[in-house]
């Protein structure tokens, strides 16, 4: 079972991610959950969001303490909360970043796999808005292979209609830019 | 077909609530259920169901209008959650005394105060004396599968009583999760269109809901026991024929592990699969320990609780709401009142769990199992414990 929990700003759609993720892991078959941090979410507040993805029916409905994966919508927020509190040492961090490593290192508690995309970049260039929910999930798929990035297809084109594409780009620059530091 | 979809679980039920028909809705928005009746509201909008979706302006009117659609031979289905169906009582003993099968869904949360918005079972047990079948989901499927049971059990001419399916809210009804979702020719199929035992029409004048003087009141109040106390055999035969058409099984008790289990534990919604991954970890060091998932809360499984803890040395019952001034919780205390007269039963502890969202891991649930197991020479101090609170 893999254990994701993502990070952003409410109103930056990290619900959106996981139900997207979620889908399209069901879309493939496998198992799924996505849900959010069950709380009275404010607009710019930060927010957590959390996937689980397994070939077998998934029995646990605890929150999730120990992710394999943390994903990092805002570039933000590394300096307000420990983004990394409880990823597992063989883990992995993405990060929205457009700083080089060393100005974000500073701030990371964590000494396992990072990988560093410059999503808000990207969203402004194929959205025009800075927002980053469905571009990380490109990120997610290049380091993870978590689901395949054709199964997300369906479920963005049903929630973003004509905007779909769009989307479904920026998630595929996110995809091929992505770096492991 | 079935067809195996993503979901979340509120829009799910949404779904399986509009393959039932229902003529009418009535419905205000309350976290953490707003989005069934939202999502219905889209449904109707997007003309997938032709029902009449009445946007009152309270908990009080939703009931209400479900009340007066109900008695002019309507289905109707509303759902809310918390203060919301505190804002319903009123009228939540008048429809199961005037026998009105209205179905609820039920996003269950704490009550006020301290404002919660988080899960618990104080809503429901609130209102636990007002004459109506609950059902509790452990998951997504059985929320689906329990919405469209609901409404046949509820109109069944043996039983024409109102039916609430309990889910858990955020951990149950803010999920995305896989599910097998009917389709109508199979829900059609299963549940056939209501047939009203009275229905009010001003060409066929009747009364409903008459003034009970003391000479009938208590009368009433007797057959309304009755009716309810009734009412599981047509929800075993209800679940049965579910059964053999779509072939998952449901059961008042579902054991789990529970045959040769010495320390059992029971639990309500959707903490049941959390709590079989502890009884997994507990039969890896070799504790012969099971769980019991209770999904039939009214009326109470009276039988099938005995039957199920009859070799059990300890039973620790979970809950998921607190008595304040009694004896623990309300599913403790159903059971401990059910098994006092048996010459053999388990000792009984009480763990109050969950409440307002406090989250129960599997770690938690393989302690408390652990800790009753220690309590079968002797009898627990306290009635109950609430567990991991802070003093």
Do not use: A, L, R, Y
């Given at each position: 079972m893999i254990e994701v929990r993502w990070h952003g700003r409410g109103g930056q759609g990290a619900v959106t991610s996981v139900e997207m993720l979620a889908l399209a892991a069901i879309g493939e078959g496998k198992y799924a959950q996505g849900f959010p941090s069950f709380g009275p979410e404010r607009r710019g507040a930060p927010v957590e969001a959390f996937n689980r993805v397994d070939d077998k029916r998934i029995k646990k409905r605890q929150r999730i303490y120990r992710p394999d994966v943390v994903v990092v919508l805002d570039p933000g927020l590394i300096t307000l909360v420990n983004v990394a509190e409880g990823l597992k040492p063989e883990g992995l961090l993405i990060l929205n970043t457009h700083k080089p490593f060393t100005e974000v290192k500073p701030h990371i508690q964590f000494d396992g796999r990072i990988a560093l995309v410059d999503a808000t970049a990207i969203a402004w260039a194929e959205l025009g808005v800075p927002i980053t929910n469905t571009t990380m999930l490109g990120a997610l798929v290049k380091m993870t292979?978590?689901?395949?990035?054709?199964?997300l297809s369906e479920p963005i084109e049903h929630r973003f209609g004509r905007i779909a594409n769009k989307n479904l780009t920026a998630m595929k620059r996110a995809f091929d830019e992505v770096k492991l530091v | 077909m079935s067809k195996r979809i993503g979901m979340e679980i509120a829009l799910a039920a949404a779904e399986a609530a509009a393959l039932c028909r229902p003529d009418v809705i009535a419905a205000y928005p309350i976290t953490?259920?707003?989005h069934v009746p939202e999502h219905l509201s889209e449904i109707v909008a997007e003309g997938r169901l032709d029902a009449e979706f009445i946007t009152v302006e309270s908990e009080h009117s939703a009931m209400s209008a479900c009340a007066g659609a109900s008695g002019a031979g309507a289905r109707a289905f509303t759902a809310t959650s918390s203060q919301g169906l505190l804002y319903m009582a009123e009228i939540l003993a008048i429809i199961s005394s005037m026998r009105l099968p209205v179905v609820m869904i039920i996003g269950n949360r704490a009550l006020s105060g301290p404002l919660s918005i988080w899960n618990d079972h104080s809503d429901i047990m609130s209102q636990r004396d007002i004459g109506w079948i609950s059902l509790f989901a452990a998951n997504g499927q059985e929320t689906v599968d329990m919405t469209i049971q609901a409404f046949k059990i509820a109109e069944h001419p043996d039983v024409m009583l109102p039916t609430n399916v309990n889910l858990d809210g955020f951990q149950l009804t803010h999920v995305v999760e896989p599910m097998l979702m009917p389709d109508q020719e199979e829900v059609d199929r299963f549940l056939p269109p209501f047939k009203p035992f009275a229905a009010l029409n001003p060409d066929d004048p009747v009364t409903l809901g008459a003034l009970g003087l003391p000479d009938i009141y208590t009368e009433a109040c007797k057959s309304r026991e009755e009716v309810l106390l009734n009412s599981k055999k047509v929800i075993l035969e209800v679940w049965k024929e579910w059964e053999e058409q779509f072939g998952r099984k449901y059961e008042p008790i579902e054991p789990y592990e529970a045959e040769d289990a010495e320390v059992l534990m029971l639990t309500m919604g959707s903490m049941g699969e959390t709590a079989e991954m502890a009884i997994d970890e507990l039969r890896k060091e070799g504790m012969k320990a099971g769980l019991l998932k209770l999904k039939l809360w009214r009326p109470f499984p009276f039988e099938e609780l005995k039957e199920a803890v009859k070799g059990a040395k300890v039973l620790v019952v979970t809950d998921r709401c607190l008595s304040y001034g009694g004896a623990g919780g309300p599913v403790a205390l159903e059971v401990r009142s059910a098994l006092y007269e048996e010459k053999k039963r388990p000792v009984i502890l009480n763990y109050i769990i969950g409440l307002g969202g406090r989250d129960v891991m599997v770690d938690h649930f393989m302690e408390m199992i652990r800790t009753a197991a220690k309590a079968d020479a002797e009898r627990p101090e306290k009635a109950y414990e609430i567990y991991g609170v802070r003093e």
């Open positions: 292979d978590i689901v395949k990035m054709e199964s | 953490p259920n707003t």
